[in-house]
């Protein structure tokens, strides 16, 4: 039974890392692309895709810092008892 219920916290986890992946193209689409190519070609010109590479590589920083520092309130929740650490 332990075996079942930790194939589905997996196959959970798996598809919650799937779908922050899918949110985080979106948004870098979203808001890099937008930003950064104002007149879609058929190509990209060396000035926008500098800036797409900025933004993308800023972007990303961003989500994995507010990711680990949202896991970490979880834990401290789930650590203590008290759901999602007074989130």
């Not at 800036?51 to 990711?67: P, Q």
């Not at 896991?71 to 789930?78: N, W």
């Amino acid at each position: 039974m332990a075996d079942a219920k930790t194939a589905i916290m997996d196959q959970v986890r798996q598809q919650a890392a799937l779908q922050n992946a899918r949110q985080l193209v979106e948004k870098l689409n979203e808001h890099c692309f937008e930003r950064c190519v104002p007149k879609p070609g058929t190509s990209l010109s060396s000035g926008e895709s500098t800036c797409y590479t900025a933004c993308m590589e800023k972007y990303m920083a961003a989500w994995n810092t507010v990711s680990r520092q949202y896991l970490g309130h979880v834990q401290k929740g789930v650590g203590s008892g008290g759901g999602f650490g007074g989130i």
